[in-house]
């Protein structure tokens, strides 16, 4: 069974930067895509950054020049640096997978819909 477990949340003032990483376990093959979620108060699931296994990464306009999507060499840890923190980045973040290949629109590969496995989510909380 896939799980992916999610790590490295907490609370920062702005300007600060954190860094998640998430760990899969149970695949029996490599991911496709792989990517981070959040989810803030009071509105829906929005895709963050996203990562495929060739290692093209699409970012949300918001977080671009701040936020760093990364995996390991083992490709079974995928990380999200977070730089330059904002009130407005405060959500609960969550790692999401997916196996079989897909379009390369970026707002295809940012929408929560197309992800088939997930963590149970890190808080992060980012005070002014």
């Known amino acids: 069974q896939v799980r992916l477990v999610e790590s490295g949340g907490g609370s920062v003032q702005a300007g600060g930067s954190l860094r998640l990483s998430c760990v899969v376990s149970?695949?029996?093959?490599?991911?496709?895509?792989m990517g981070w979620f959040r989810r803030a108060p009071g509105k829906e699931r929005e895709g963050v950054a996203v990562?495929?296994?060739?290692?093209?990464?699409t970012y949300t306009e918001s977080v671009k020049g701040r936020f760093t999507i990364s995996q390991a060499n083992a490709k079974n840890t995928l990380f999200l640096q977070m730089n330059s923190l904002k009130p407005e980045d405060t959500a609960m973040y969550y790692c999401?997978?997916?196996?079989?290949?897909?379009?390369?629109?970026?707002?295809?590969?940012?929408?929560?819909?197309?992800?088939?496995?997930w963590g149970q989510g890190t808080q992060v909380t980012v005070s002014s």
């Open positions: 999401a997978a997916r196996f079989q290949s897909f379009a390369w629109d970026p707002q295809v590969r940012l929408s929560p819909d197309h992800y088939d496995y």
């Open positions: 149970g695949a029996t093959s490599n991911t496709y895509i």
């Open positions: 990562r495929d296994s060739g290692g093209m990464a």
